[in-house]
C-alpha cells in the first residue's frame, strides 16, 4: 500500500492576506502559487513551500539550527524514540484515514515514521526553522511540508481531522481554525522525569517538568498515556546528540558535556501524550 499526499491544490491560503493560495494553471507540477491579491509563492526544488513573511519572523533565522537539526536527525534515526512513535501511531491508527498536520514537525522524522506506519494517512508538516524543511521535503517527499509560522498557520479552515504538536509551540485559535468539528489534537510534552540524569548533572537544584493537564477553552480531554521507557547503554556520541538537539545543551561548555555522557549507561525518557477533542 502506498502513502497518499494531501491534495496540496486546495490546501494552503495566502499568509499575507489569508485567500486561497491557487496553483498557477501554467506551471507544471504546481512548482508557483499566487492569491487573488496576486502574492506568489514558488515551490521551492526540495518540493516545499515557503509561507514565512519577514513580519512573521522572530529572528533572522528562526527556528532550529542546521547543527541542532543535524543532531537531532543523528540520534532519532537511531530508534532509540521507536517507543513514542509506536504510542503515538496506536493512538492515531484508530482515527485512520485522516488528514493529519505536523505542527512544528522539524526535520520530519516523526511525519515520516507515523507515515510509513499509516499509509491511509495524508500528512502535511510545518515548522519555522527553513532548514528543518529543506530536510524533511529532501527525506520525505509524499509529505507537504512548508516553512511558516505556528501562529499564523497558511491552511485554509478545517482542513485537517487531526493535529500533532510534538514538544512544540502552538496557538489554540489557530489549532480552531484549522481542525475540522470532532477533530483531534495530540500533545505531546515532557512528563517529569524526562531527561532526568542530565539535569542532575547540570543542575544543583533540579525542578521537574509539570504533570498538569492543560485545559484548553473549546476542546474535551479525551485521553492521556503516560510514555516513559530507559535509553540504555547508547554510548556517548548518541547521548551527546540527544543532549545536543535540546536547550540542556547550551548550559555545558563542550568538554563537560562529552565528559558528561561518556558516564552515562542510562537516560531516562519520559512523555505525556494528551489527546482532546475539537467541540464535543
Not at 528543518?132 to 505556528?150: E, G, M, N, T, W
Not at 554510548?235 to 562529552?258: C, D, R, V
Amino acid at each position: 500500500m502506498t502513502s497518499t499526499q494531501p491534495d496540496v491544490s486546495s490546501l494552503y491560503r495566502c499568509p499575507l492576506c489569508k485567500e486561497p493560495l491557487i496553483p498557477e494553471p501554467s506551471e507544471p507540477k504546481q512548482s508557483s502559487y499566487r492569491c487573488v491579491n496576486r502574492h506568489h509563492f514558488d515551490v521551492a526544488k526540495e518540493g516545499y513551500l515557503h509561507l514565512l513573511p519577514v513580519q512573521h519572523k522572530n529572528s533572522k533565522q528562526p527556528g532550529d539550527s542546521k547543527a541542532m537539526l543535524q543532531q537531532r536527525r543523528q540520534f532519532l534515526e537511531s530508534g532509540a524514540y521507536h517507543p513514542l512513535v509506536a504510542a503515538l501511531s496506536e493512538q492515531l491508527q484508530h482515527l485512520a484515514p485522516i488528514r493529519l498536520l505536523d505542527s512544528g514537525c522539524g526535520e520530519g522524522y516523526y511525519s515520516g515514521q507515523l507515515q510509513a506506519a499509516l499509509p491511509d494517512t495524508e500528512f502535511a508538516g510545518m515548522d519555522i526553522s527553513k532548514s528543518a524543511i529543506q530536510l524533511a521535503a529532501k527525506r520525505y517527499p509524499d509529505i507537504a511540508f512548508c516553512v511558516a509560522s505556528a501562529k499564523v498557520l497558511p491552511y485554509r479552515d478545517q482542513q485537517f481531522d487531526a493535529m500533532l504538536v510534538l514538544c512544540a509551540p502552538f496557538e489554540l485559535a489557530e489549532v480552531k481554525r484549522c481542525l475540522r468539528p470532532g477533530g483531534y489534537l495530540l500533545l505531546v510534552t515532557a512528563a517529569p522525569k524526562h531527561l532526568l540524569q542530565f539535569k542532575q548533572a547540570i543542575y544543583s537544584e533540579v525542578r521537574l517538568h509539570s504533570d498538569a493537564i492543560q485545559l484548553l477553552p473549546g476542546f474535551s480531554h479525551q485521553r492521556r498515556q503516560h510514555c516513559h521507557f530507559m535509553l540504555e547503554q547508547l554510548g556517548a556520541e548518541a547521548y551527546l546528540s540527544l543532549l545536543e538537539m535540546t536547550p540542556l545543551g547550551w548550559k555545558l561548555p563542550q568538554q563537560q558535556k562529552q565528559l558528561l555522557c561518556q558516564s552515562l549507561t542510562q537516560l531516562q525518557a519520559d512523555f505525556y501524550i494528551d489527546s482532546y477533542q475539537y467541540g464535543s
